[in-house]
C-alpha cells in the first residue's frame, strides 16, 4: 500500500488522543490486499471507541490491536499499559517504547497457514491464455471491455445463448462475476427478468451492483428489490407499464403476494416475462424440504407460467451443484429436455483447512477461546443449535470478549437485516450463526470460519466454510471438536428423516382426511392436518408449524421419489394447500404396497444422509493421512482436484491450474441461423471474404451487420485490435475466441457455444494460416448447425498441398469492398 507508513502515523495519533477524526480514504487501496487493511484500521477504531465507552470492551480492543499489528507487520505506541501477561502474544519493546505482537499460535493450529493469510499476497490470475473481449453489446450496456475471467466468459455466453423454452443451469465459482449474468440477460431483450433471491441483503446488494454497472439507462426505473418494508405499488405499476426490467424478489412475496402474483400472471399472458433466474439455486433442493416451503412452490409457480408463456426462458445460478441436487432440479423446471447445463465447478483456492480434536468438552471450550483471540479475523463460528450459539456467546463473555453478536433460525427477520448490515460495516468482528446465517451475505474479507461440530454432509460443510475468503486471499476452515461430536450429529441427522411408519400413517392422515377434496384425478391437500395418531377427541387446538413442516415434508418426499406429481400450491390464510395427483398406485392402499413402497424409499433417503455425514466423519478422523478436499471430489463431481492447504499436507494441491474452466460437454441446442446469414453464407458450408487489413473497424462491421455469432481470431495478437473495435459497433452478442479457447471448446464437444455463423480470422502468413484452416476444416466447416466464413487477407498459397486458399472454399468467395 502507498503510503502506509504515514497511515500508521495517523492511527496511533487518533489512537493517543493526538487527533480528534480520522477519516479513512478507501480509493488508496490499490487491490483487496490494501482494502482488508484499511478494513483491519477501520475495525481497530471501532473497537477503541467501544473501550473509551466502557472497559467491558477492552478484551476486544486488545484483540483489534492484535490484528492491526500482524496484518501491517508494524509495531505501535500507546497512551496507556498492556499488562505483560496477556491472551493475545502482545509484548512490550523497552528500547524502542513500542508495542508489537507474534503469533503465539495455540496448539493444532498449522502455523504456515496463518501466515499465509497474514502475507498480503494478491490472488494469483492465470488467464492468460484467453480472450477476455467481451462484445458490443456487453460493452454498451456495462462499459466492460474484458471479462474477469474465462470461467465468467463462457457461462454469460452460456446464458445468453439460452434459447426461447429453455432452462439453463450455470455453475461458477464465488467471487467469479454471476450478476453479470443476470444483467446481461435481462437487456438482451425487451421485457422483464424476475431474480429470485434468499435474503433481502442479497436482493438489495445485487440492485445497488446493477444500478452501478448498467450504463446509460433509467436504471431507478427499470431495476427493483422488494421486501416487506418497501412499498409494493410503484414496482407492482412498472411490471404493469412494462417499465420493469429487473426484480429481485423473494419465493416468499412471490407465492404469498396478491399484488405481484396478478402482475407478473399479466406480464407474462402478454409475453413482457422473458426470464426467471433463480439465484443460489441449490437451496431449493437444501432448504425446500423442511425450511421456506415457498422455495418448494417455485415448481408449480413456474409451471403455471409456462402453460401460457412456453417462450419463458429459466436460468439457475448457484457456484457447485451436487449430482443429487441437479437431478431434482431438472425434474422441477425443465420439459421435453430443454436443459442446458454450463458447469464452470471449481474448488474455492482460498481455504485452508484445519481440523482440531480435543480430549474432552471442557478442553474444546477452552481451545475455542483460544482460537477466537488468536486466528485472525473477522471470524464466523458455526453452531449446530440456537442455545449453543448462546451459550458460546455467555462463554466468550466470560472471557472477556464482548463484542460478539448470534444469527440463528430464532432471530427476527428484523433483527436479521440490522446484523447483516453491522456485519457487513465491520461493526463487529465475531458472528456466532447456525446454518441459518450466510447465504447472500457478501461480505468479502471473512478470515477465519469455525465449525464447532460436525456438518451433516460436505455440501453443507462447504456452503458454511464459503463465507471465507470471498476477496480471494486466503482464509482458513476450522473445525474444533470432540470425541462425543461424532455421535451427537449422528443423532440430529437422525431425527432429519421420518421413520417408516410415520411417513405411512401421515401419508394416510392428509390423504385420507375429509378435508382433502378431490376433483377429477387431482387431490386438494391442506397441510395444516394433524396426524391421525397423534389426535386427542377433546383436543381442538391449532395444528402446529411442527405438523405442517412435517405434512409437507411428506409431500416433498414422495414428490422427490416420483410418488406423486405436485401441479399447484395454494396459499390459504398463511398455509399451504397442494394439489397433487398419484403416480403410484399404491399410495391409494393402506396395506403392506403402500408400507413396502415407502419403505423402499425412505432407506434410500436415510443412506443418503447417513453415507454424506459418514463422509464427513472419516474425512476428520483421516485428517493427518488423507486430504479433506478428497470428499469434495465426491461431492461435486465435475470439481478437478485443488487444496490450499490441510493437516495432511502443507503445501497445496493445484491439479486444477491448467484445467479448461469448463467441465462437461454441451453439444445441444445449436443456434439458430437467421434467414439474413444464411442468405450472406449461401447454400455452401463456408464461404471466404479477403479483407486485406483483416480485422479492422470494416471488417467486424460487416460480421455484426451480417449476423455472425462467433468470431475466432486465430492470431491472438489480433485481440487488443478487438478491444479498441467493440466500443465502436453498434450494441449486439458476438461471442470472440482465440484458437485456445476454441481447440478447449471443441476438445469437449462444447459446440452449442461455436454454433451458427462463425467467422475465422486467418493470421497473415500463409504457413500459419495453412495449420490454422486444417483445424477448422476438420472441427468446423461441415458440421451440423455451423457455417463458416473464412476472413483472409489474401488468397493464400499451400505450397504442400499445390493449392489456393479459396481452392478449398465451397462456398463463395469475396472481396469486403463488395459486401460493403
Not at 161 to 185: A, F, W
Not at 312 to 337: G, H, M, N, W
Not at 629 to 656: L, P, R, W
Not at 697 to 726: F, P
Request: proline letters at 3%; one cysteine or more; charged letters at 25%.
Amino acid at each position: 500500500m502507498k503510503n502506509q507508513s504515514e497511515l500508521e502515523i495517523l492511527v496511533e495519533k487518533y489512537i493517543g488522543g493526538k487527533l480528534e477524526k480520522l477519516v479513512i480514504d478507501y480509493s488508496i487501496a490499490e487491490n483487496v490486499v490494501d482494502m482488508f487493511a484499511l478494513k483491519t484500521v477501520k475495525r481497530l477504531f471501532i473497537a477503541y471507541e467501544l473501550y473509551k465507552g466502557s472497559r467491558s470492551f477492552y478484551e476486544d480492543f486488545l484483540l483489534a490491536i492484535r490484528e492491526y499489528l500482524l496484518v501491517f507487520k508494524t509495531s505501535i505506541s500507546l497512551p496507556f499499559r498492556i499488562p505483560k501477561t496477556n491472551d493475545y502474544a502482545i509484548s512490550f519493546d523497552d528500547e524502542k517504547q513500542r508495542y508489537f505482537t507474534s503469533l503465539q499460535l495455540p496448539d493444532g493450529v498449522i502455523t504456515d497457514f496463518v501466515n499465509q493469510v497474514y502475507s498480503g499476497n494478491a490472488p494469483i490470475e492465470t488467464e492468460s491464455g484467453y480472450i477476455l473481449t467481451t462484445d458490443p453489446f456487453i460493452y454498451h450496456l456495462t462499459e466492460f471491455s474484458a471479462f474477469k475471467t474465462h470461467a465468467q466468459k463462457l457461462s454469460v455466453y452460456g446464458a445468453l445463448n439460452t434459447p426461447d423454452g429453455y432452462t439453463t443451469l450455470v455453475s461458477l465459482p464465488t467471487g467469479g462475476g454471476k450478476s453479470l449474468i443476470t444483467q446481461t440477460i435481462s437487456y438482451q431483450k425487451d421485457g422483464l427478468t424476475i431474480i429470485i433471491v434468499p435474503t433481502v441483503s442479497l436482493a438489495i446488494d445485487q440492485v445497488r451492483v446493477a444500478k452501478q454497472i448498467i450504463k446509460n439507462r433509467d436504471v431507478d426505473a427499470e431495476i427493483f428489490s422488494y421486501s416487506s418494508d418497501v412499498d409494493a405499488a410503484p414496482i407492482i405499476k412498472a411490471v404493469k407499464d412494462q417499465t420493469a426490467k429487473m426484480l429481485f424478489i423473494s419465493p416468499e412475496a412471490l407465492i404469498n403476494n396478491q399484488g405481484f402474483k396478478n402482475a407478473i400472471s399479466e406480464a407474462n399472458k402478454k409475453r413482457y416475462l422473458k426470464n426467471i433466474v433463480i439465484d443460489e439455486a441449490h437451496i431449493v433442493v437444501d432448504w425446500g424440504a423442511s425450511f421456506r416451503v415457498d422455495y418448494q412452490c417455485l415448481e408449480s409457480w413456474r409451471k403455471n407460467l409456462i402453460f401460457s408463456n412456453p417462450n419463458l426462458r429459466t436460468f439457475l445460478l448457484s457456484a457447485t451443484f451436487e449430482q443429487k441436487s441437479i437431478d431434482i432440479l431438472k425434474s422441477f423446471f425443465s420439459q421435453e429436455d430443454k436443459w442446458i447445463e454450463v458447469r464452470c465447478d471449481e474448488l474455492r483456492h482460498e481455504p485452508r483447512y484445519m481440523v482440531i480434536n480435543n480430549k474432552s468438552y471442557t478442553a474444546k471450550q477452552k481451545k475455542l477461546i483460544e482460537l477466537v483471540k488468536k486466528l485472525p479475523h473477522p471470524m464466523i463460528i458455526y453452531v449446530a443449535r440456537p442455545v449453543e450459539a448462546d451459550e458460546l456467546k455467555k462463554l466468550l463473555h466470560e472471557n472477556g470478549i464482548n463484542n460478539v453478536v448470534t444469527f440463528t433460525g430464532l432471530t427476527s427477520n428484523s433483527k436479521r437485516r440490522t446484523l447483516i448490515d453491522e456485519w457487513v460495516d465491520d461493526r463487529f468482528e465475531i458472528m456466532i450463526a447456525t446454518s441459518a446465517f450466510g447465504v447472500g451475505v457478501d461480505k468479502q474479507d471473512v478470515r477465519t470460519v469455525i465449525h464447532t461440530y460436525i456438518p451433516e454432509n460436505p455440501n453443507a460443510y462447504y456452503q458454511e466454510l464459503g463465507r471465507g475468503g470471498r476477496d480471494r486471499l486466503p482464509c482458513l476452515s476450522v473445525l474444533c471438536l470432540y470425541i462425543e461430536d461424532e455421535k451427537i450429529g449422528r443423532n440430529r441427522i437422525s431425527k432429519r428423516v421420518l421413520t417408516t411408519e410415520k411417513l405411512v400413517r401421515r401419508w394416510d392422515s392428509i390423504y385420507n382426511n375429509v378435508n382433502s377434496r378431490r376433483l377429477d384425478n387431482k387431490i386438494y391437500i391442506d397441510t395444516t392436518i394433524k396426524p391421525n395418531y397423534a389426535l386427542d377427541p377433546m383436543d381442538d387446538s391449532p395444528t402446529s408449524d411442527t405438523d405442517m413442516n412435517w405434512n409437507v415434508y411428506v409431500l416433498l418426499f414422495l414428490r422427490r421419489y416420483g410418488l406423486i406429481r405436485v401441479d399447484d400450491v395454494i396459499t390459504e390464510n398463511g398455509k399451504y394447500i397442494f394439489i397433487v395427483q398419484i403416480l403410484d398406485d399404491a399410495l391409494r392402499s393402506t396395506d403392506d404396497a403402500l408400507t413396502n413402497v415407502i419403505d423402499h424409499y425412505r432407506s434410500l433417503e436415510w443412506e443418503s444422509f447417513s453415507g454424506a455425514y459418514s463422509r464427513m466423519v472419516i474425512a476428520t478422523k483421516k485428517i493427518n493421512s488423507e486430504c479433506i478436499s478428497e470428499m469434495f471430489y465426491d461431492t461435486y463431481q465435475k470439481v478437478s482436484e485443488y487444496c490450499a492447504g490441510c493437516n495432511a499436507h502443507t503445501t497445496a494441491i493445484i491439479g486444477d491450474s491448467r484445467d479448461y474452466p469448463l467441465k462437461m460437454p454441451v453439444r445441444e441446442p445449436k443456434k439458430l441461423i437467421s434467414s439474413e446469414a444464411m442468405a450472406f453464407v449461401g447454400d455452401g458450408d463456408d464461404m471466404a471474404i479477403m479483407a486485406p487489413n483483416n480485422v479492422d473497424i470494416s471488417t467486424m462491421k460487416i460480421l455484426a451487420k451480417k449476423g455472425i455469432s462467433t468470431v475466432i481470431l486465430m492470431n491472438d495478437e489480433t485481440s487488443s485490435i478487438c478491444n479498441d473495435i467493440i466500443c465502436k459497433l453498434d450494441a449486439r452478442n458476438m461471442f470472440i475466441i482465440g484458437e485456445e479457447e476454441l481447440l478447449g471448446l471443441i476438445k469437449i464437444s462444447a459446440y452449442y457455444f461455436i454454433s451458427g455463423v462463425v467467422a475465422v480470422i486467418y493470421p497473415n502468413d500463409d504457413g500459419k494460416a495453412f495449420e490454422k484452416y486444417r483445424i477448422v476444416k476438420q472441427y468446423l466447416v461441415g458440421r451440423s448447425g455451423i457455417k463458416v466464413v473464412h476472413i483472409i487477407s489474401h488468397n493464400f498459397e499451400f505450397k504442400s498441398i499445390d493449392k489456393t486458399f479459396t481452392e478449398l472454399i465451397a462456398g463463395q468467395v469475396t472481396a469486403l469492398e463488395n459486401i460493403i
